[in-house]
């Protein structure tokens, strides 16, 4: 040890070296036209905050007008290059190219991610530049496009959050919050990209359905060119003259809004203030953030629940070696009446059940003993696969099913778990549904659908009319979350945005993968192989373990090992939800 020497401070937690950025090359003097274009596609892949070397490739007139923010195309391999006889080279003043390519997905303007397919196809022209002489670009493609793989180095998936339009939370009665996933540049100052996102409201496929606190125009102050938490993980958000009259609650709720969307970015970010010119708004720590709106992702579930070999429901709370097992209090626990499939409510006092036969679902308390009852709902389907799916329970304490009576197709609600159902409507919907599950929010479904033996999961918005004597519900623009997936076995939502899938794709093997609702792939994507999965079982905390169902029984998956049986005797696990 040494006696002596001066002091020195150190930090306790070593600072990370951040990703390395990557700058693209200039044009270097009389570079020939295939190297112009070259040096321009990748400058499309580097970290240059503006495009601005991208630009340099370019005419002057066309480097005003490039938007590469317009588009970003993914392809599966980078854009191939082949030269285009239509240019008149022979008079060496002009020179076109043909970028192809196979899609695989478009990120558009408001940084929305869809799945996309087909072939690239697209002319890309130079001309000498008459000043200079120099070959440059002056009709480049739409947007940016790159590869998969330079996409995935590039681009990263967060959440932005705003405030479901017509549910409130079934326990609190406060405003529920709503995850909208956007791909922005990971090392292109992705905090005041989410706020400049935030601000500037939901994407088109979310936005029926949500609403933001932030008032119509609101935006950064003149000036502002980007945004740093403090080293008190304090991020103090300077706004324009729009937000300069709003009121206490409103206030709280667009720094809750700041604070959801930011903590998927920076989970140390602890406390977001608000001005307005020279005048502090207000402030909102994570502490309070959870008293001004409820969010999925904070809310952890007090049991496990799961079908055992008897066609009980039980419930368990540890997922070791150690876990025990318990009925469920009341009448879906003590084995009376054989059920296939349960529900229960998010507050995990009441579960709906249905039968063994899947002719009826029943709705009981899961407090206390009590009789079932006669069912809230029957079906008349004449097998087992032509009758009830299992039930799936919203946020505001709803219940959804689907009637799969080829005679009577129906996806049906039942406010508050009974009375007389309602007909939801499904204008989009292009075969049987075999699947229900009803994100914490209320207002996105996912759906398992059935269409010529192929099984695709679908993500839906779920449309309110409130004006009538009886809401009329609709679900809205069904786009599919797992388009290289041919069988979809079952899911589960497992995040705000995301979702656990077990499948396969054609000539496949059945595999256990996360999957965004917007049809994106997470980096952690792929989970450890499991065959012959009934059921999977994930929570809106991703902190909360993953369990499944299968030939061998009851499963868990502990971080970073394989599967591991619980129980040798079950059919169906699940969360509350």
């Known amino acids: 040890m040494p006696d002596g020497g001066d002091l020195r401070g150190v930090e306790s937690t070593p600072r990370q070296d951040t990703q390395v950025r990557v700058f693209a090359m200039p044009p270097r003097d009389d570079a020939p036209p295939s190297e112009i274009l070259q040096g321009f596609l990748e400058a499309l892949t580097s970290d240059d905050p503006r495009y601005s070397t991208a630009r340099q490739y370019l005419t002057p007139d066309a480097a005003q007008k490039w938007q590469p923010e317009s588009a970003t195309t993914v392809l599966v391999d980078g854009p191939g290059t082949q030269a285009d006889r239509a240019g008149t080279r022979e008079e060496a003043t002009d020179y076109t190219f043909r970028l192809t390519g196979t899609r695989v997905a478009t990120v558009d303007a408001q940084q929305a991610y869809t799945p996309a397919s ?103 102050a003149k000036g502002v060119a980007s945004l740093t938490p403090d080293d008190q993980n304090k991020l103090t958000v300077p706004l324009n003259g729009k937000a300069a009259g709003i009121g206490q609650g409103k206030c709280d709720e667009m720094a809750a809004q700041l604070l959801f969307t930011l903590k998927s970015l920076n989970a140390t970010l602890d406390e977001v203030e608000l001005r307005a010119g020279d005048r502090r708004l207000c402030n909102l720590t994570g502490d309070r953030a959870i008293a001004v709106a409820e969010r999925g992702a904070e809310t952890h579930p007090d049991y496990l629940y799961f079908i055992d070999g008897r066609h009980r429901l039980l419930r368990t709370t ?133 269409k010529g033996g192929k099984q695709s999961l679908l993500i839906g918005r779920i449309e309110r009319d409130l004006t009538g004597e009886r809401p009329v519900v609709s679900v809205q623009e069904l786009r599919s979350a797992t388009p290289d997936l041919e069988q979809v076995t079952t899911m589960s939502w497992a995040g705000d945005s995301r979702l656990v899938v077990v499948g396969r794709q054609a000539g496949g093997v059945e595999q256990v993968q996360y999957v965004q609702c917007d049809g994106s792939i997470p980096e952690t994507g792929t989970l450890p192989g499991l065959t012959e999965v009934t059921s999977i079982a994930a929570a809106d905390d991703t902190d909360t373990p993953l369990f499944a169902t299968s030939k061998g029984g009851l499963l868990w998956l502990p971080g970073g090992s394989g599967w591991r049986t619980l129980e040798e005797k079950a059919s169906v696990a699940f969360y509350p939800g």
């Open 118 to 220: 087909g072939d690239y196809n697209q002319s890309v022209h130079l001309a000498r530049d008459k000043k200079s002489g120099q070959w440059r670009i002056d009709v480049p493609p739409e947007g940016v496009v790159m590869g998969k793989s330079d996409f995935q180095r590039n681009y990263m998936s967060l959440n932005k959050y705003y405030f479901a339009s017509d549910t409130t939370s079934a326990g609190s009665g406060q405003p529920m919050a709503v995850a909208d996933p956007v791909y922005v540049r990971e090392r292109v100052d992705p905090t005041t990209q989410m706020v400049r996102s935030l601000l500037a409201g939901p994407t088109s496929w979310l936005r029926p359905v949500v609403r933001s606190s932030f008032p119509t125009g609101t935006a950064l």
């Open 318 to 450: 540890d997922s070791g070696d150690s876990a025990r097992s318990e009925p469920v209090p009341g009448a879906l626990g003590d084995g009376a009446t054989a059920v296939r499939s349960v529900a229960v409510a998010r507050d995990e006092h009441t579960a709906a059940g249905v039968s063994l036969d899947g002719k009826a679902l029943y709705v009981t308390t899961t407090v206390a003993s009590s009789s079932l009852g006669e069912p809230v709902l029957q079906s008349k389907g004449k097998t087992e696969n032509d009758r009830l799916t299992t039930p799936s329970w919203d946020g505001q304490g709803d219940l959804w099913t689907a009637d799969r009576d080829p005679a009577d197709p129906r996806l049906l609600l039942l406010e508050k778990g009974g009375g007389d159902p309602l007909e939801v409507l499904t204008p989009s919907l292009d075969g049987r549904i075999n699947a229900v599950r009803v994100a914490a929010d209320g207002v996105r479904i996912a759906l398992v659908v059935d």
